[in-house]
């Protein structure tokens, strides 16, 4: 079973998955001199872009609704839309691929995990990781900030 | 005739997966033991990469309950209501957040990929993930380290 946190990169293209990662890096570079408020603001910004799992968990449920509505009321084979769509989510989650995936990739919707590791890039950049320190010293390190 | 009750699964199992399992418990006692501080943050790491966080654990419930009422509504059709309600629900909490199974699931102790992802970051902090690739200042450089698992 795949993890959760990779599970997507590793059912999307290497070509995918590398534009993704160049992007991410570019507009990490365009926050190294940045004001704190600027970065702020990104983490924000991050917070609301839509993930992969975000997009599955609005169309699926539409093609499983759909094929019930048709299903009862037009004719009853409609009923394997709303099988085949709840069976991919399955599959998504056990291995990783959905059939949307390699077009949401390819038009640059990232996983979760990979807008997490541009968060932490940024939360390095203002510092937050010295909070959390290397060497075992003091209770220093007793406290977590959520951003 | 009848096996033991502790060995009965364990005596099922292929012997490569109880070595793994095994290998597992004495690398955790090791590192305790020899208060191994790095050896510790990296199988707690290894450990959040496959935690279910509530999104997955969501969709996988949202799934297999709308396989089951679909079978119901095959077989009658009062029960499409449920049916039609699960999904209702699941793009509920994609576009609002609340869903009935949500409540149970945090109860459980299902967690945000955020609230994981949070302790990843601490983790890798203290494993010093990030300090070379701080001083360099290089956006490459500290890419890579927060993909660094």
């Known amino acids: 079973m795949q993890p959760t946190t990779t599970r997507v990169e590793a059912s999307t293209a290497a070509g995918s998955n590398e534009a993704i990662r160049q992007d991410s890096e570019q507009r990490i570079a365009a926050y190294i001199q940045a004001e704190p408020q600027a970065i702020e603001q990104r983490l924000r910004e991050l917070d609301r872009e839509w993930t992969t799992e975000r997009i599955i968990e609005t169309e699926a449920p539409l093609m499983v609704g759909l094929g019930v509505l048709l299903g009862l009321t037009k004719d009853r084979r409609w009923f394997g839309l709303s099988a085949v769509s709840a069976s991919m989510v399955i599959l998504h989650n056990l291995q990783g691929w959905y059939p949307l995936l390699p077009i949401l990739r390819r038009l640059g919707v990232r996983s979760q995990n990979e807008i997490e590791q541009e968060r932490y890039a940024l939360r390095v950049l203002r510092g937050e990781h010295s909070r959390h320190p290397t060497r075992v010293s003091s209770d220093a390190a007793s406290t977590t900030t959520v951003h | ?149």
């Open chain 2, 1 to 149: 005739m009848i096996p033991d009750t502790a060995t009965r699964a364990s005596s099922h199992s292929p012997s490569e997966v109880n070595a793994w399992i095994r290998e597992e418990m004495n690398a955790r006692l090791q590192a305790l033991e020899n208060n191994d501080r790095d050896a510790l943050i990296d199988q707690r790491l290894h450990e959040l990469e496959r935690e279910w966080d509530v999104e997955r654990s969501l969709q996988s419930n949202f799934a297999i309950v709308s396989l089951v009422a679909l079978a119901l509504t095959a077989g009658n059709k009062r029960w499409s209501a449920l049916a039609l309600a699960v999904p209702a629900f699941m793009i509920q909490h994609a576009l609002q957040g609340w869903c009935p199974p949500l409540s149970v699931l945090r109860r459980f102790g299902f967690r945000t990929a955020r609230e994981i992802s949070d302790e990843r970051f601490a983790l890798k902090a203290m494993r010093g993930d990030f300090d070379e690739a701080v001083h360099s200042r290089n956006a490459q450089a500290i890419a890579k380290a927060s993909r660094r698992k």
